[in-house]
């Protein structure tokens, strides 16, 4: 505050000076006298000042014919740049101004003004690789893709501004879909610079979606190397990869390798279900039934699940149901309170046709957990101790309405899988499956609820179609068509529904 009327007080005083100064100029009638040779000048007070000002502008003039005369005179003497620095410093002055102008329009959104200035830097600078790199993006941004191409094939001729190019071709041809091309160019982007980490996770996704694992392994070890991967999830990447490898390698009918890299995903990753009872396969083939035993044990303690089980029950193909239940304790010991675990179990028993213990090993599942399996394995223990029919099907048909259970779910999308992939069918994300409940709206989608009166009730409509012959006249053959393919869909259904997978190996 005290410093603001300072300075408007200095101020005041300033121009009173000047004008008091200017005062005293005008009034007196001394001038300035100049002699030269014999001749006298006089000069008034005002025109003196005017004059002092003339001549500083023509000293300022003189110094810069100098600083050119200068230039020239190297440029005589052999300094072929001197003079060409000379006016150069200014071209490189406006090309700079042009070129960061363009980079404000590009922060701006102004994809034409960016082109515009990126034309002028140009044309002033003459520095393609500062220059194309605002001009790709420029147009990107204006939607000239042509341009855009033109200009990263231009950034491919220079060794410093490859890279720009290839990642820049790489990106259109992602963005038009064409994914062979576009993996062509990752591994091209990827020898130029193995430590880019955007290109790393663009190649190793590229890798997977194309099935070449032996190419995405390396990569994720390029990751590892190159520090932007943590150790353990290399690991359990590296494992699903070994994995599916093994996979293929075992449809090419190549079962050693094949069970050499499904023991090494399973090193890696213990807990990799797929894996562990792909390399116990392995181990059963060679006879190792003891580490055939630890790899499921292993993997069955981490979650529990009907592939382990089914290779855990080839182990001993031609066992008696008893002993099979007896061997198995080695894992129903280890997670008795898993829900996995107890159906496994009742499947065991019903296979043994020892109904009273199935329906204690499964315990309240029907009521805290009623899935499909578990309602159908309740109908199946029903069945056997000689219950009403009516309580079997009570059983069947909410099977039919009850979630399908624990299935293999991307994390990333909630798409439901079938089978155990490396990536997922639906967003092409890597290593996303989880074994868990599909998302409420999957289960939702079931119609079965609508068509359970036609399946509780015995099919009674057949007989009145066939003794009144008027309905048959009236209803040929077509409407009679969909009533027999529910019918039979039903049965499928059930059917698929009586035997679990677990239970088919048991059976065996
Ligand atoms: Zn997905």
Redesign the pocket.
């Known amino acids: 505050m005290l410093w603001s009327l300072l300075k408007i007080l200095f101020f005041v005083v300033i121009v009173a000076a000047l004008a008091y100064g200017a005062g005293l100029l005008m009034e007196s009638d001394a001038g300035i006298r100049i002699a030269v040779m014999d001749t006298e000048i006089t000069v008034a007070p005002l025109q003196a000042v005017i004059l002092a000002l003339v001549l500083l502008l023509a000293v300022w003039v003189l110094l810069k014919l100098a600083g050119l005369a200068v230039a020239t005179l190297k440029f005589l003497s052999g300094d072929e740049t001197a003079i060409s620095r000379y006016f150069n410093r200014n071209r490189e002055r406006r090309g700079f101004q042009a070129l960061s102008d363009g980079m404000l329009a590009l922060a701006s959104g102004e994809g034409h003004l960016a082109l515009a200035k990126a034309a002028r830097a140009e044309r002033y600078l003459n520095k393609p690789e500062l220059t194309n790199l605002l001009t790709a993006q420029a147009a990107e941004m204006t939607g000239d893709r042509k341009k855009a191409l033109t200009v990263y094939k231009q950034l491919l001729a220079d060794d410093k501004t490859r890279f720009v190019g290839v990642r820049g071709l790489m990106k259109q041809k992602l963005e038009d879909g064409e994914k062979g091309t576009a993996l062509k160019l990752a591994e091209k982007a990827f020898d130029l610079k193995p430590a880019h980490v955007e290109t790393q996770d663009i190649l190793l996704k590229l890798q997977a979606e194309h099935a070449d694992w032996t190419g995405a392994r390396k990569t994720l070890n390029a990751k590892l190397k190159h520090g932007s991967l943590p150790r353990d999830v290399h690991k359990r990447r590296d494992a699903v990869l070994a994995l599916s490898e093994a996979r293929e390698v075992l449809e090419d009918g190549k079962s050693i390798e094949a069970r050499e890299a499904a023991i090494e995903a399973n090193r890696l990753s213990p807990d990799l279900i797929p894996a562990a009872a792909m390399a116990a396969r392995g181990y059963i083939e060679q006879g190792k039934k003891r580490y055939a035993t630890r790899v499921l044990k292993k993997a069955w303690g981490v979650q529990p699940h009907p592939e382990l089980a089914a290779a855990f029950a080839e182990i001993e193909p031609e066992e008696s149901p008893e002993a099979r239940i007896k061997r198995f304790e080695v894992l129903t010991k280890q997670s008795p309170d898993e829900p996995e675990t107890c159906m496994m179990l009742a499947e065991l028993h019903i296979a043994a046709e020892d109904f009273p213990a199935a329906r204690r090993a499964l315990g309240d599942l029907a009521e805290t957990d009623p899935s499909a399996r578990v309602l159908t394995l309740m109908a199946a223990i029903e069945r056997g101790v000689g219950s009403e029919d009516n309580v079997v099907r009570g059983y069947l048909t909410r099977a039919l309405a009850a979630p399908r259970g624990s299935q293999w779910v ?6 439901s899988h079938g089978s155990w992939a490396s990536v ?6 890597f290593d ?2 989880s074994w868990k409940q599909p998302p409420e709206t999957a289960i939702l989608a079931l119609p079965a609820t609508a068509m359970a009166p036609l399946f509780v009730d015995p099919p009674k409509p057949e007989e009145p179609i066939v003794e009144e012959p008027e309905v048959v006249e009236e209803l040929p053959e077509e409407p009679d068509e969909p009533v027999k393919k529910q019918a039979e869909s039903f049965e499928t259904e059930e059917a698929e529904i009586i035997e679990p997978p677990a239970l088919h190996v048991v059976e065996k």
């Open positions: 991307c994390d990333n999308c909630g798409a997922c069918n639906n967003c092409q994300s996303t499956l």
